[in-house]
């Protein structure tokens, strides 16, 4: 019975290692890069009837700042 749970214990932790090993392995390559903003500014776009238009920056409020009550404190100041 005790060998039992120790061998159950050991092929658990292996089997952890190994897929953690694993995992770092397959994984430590990937970057993800998103677009550059001053490019996506400088387009011209189309919209559905020909008209064209660019996108203007515009600066927004952190959401993790609501939900962390944040902005319940007087003297919290959002920083842009």
Known sequence: MDNDIISTI????IGIVIGSVIGYICMKD????GPNSNEIVKQ?????????FKFKPKVTVCPSAYSM???HDPTFKESH
């Open 44 to 52: 011209i776009y189309l919209d559905d009837n020909g008209k064209q």
């Open 69 to 71: 009550k944040k902005l």
């Open 30 to 33: 990937i970057k993800y890069i």
């Open 10 to 13: 050991i092929t658990i932790i």
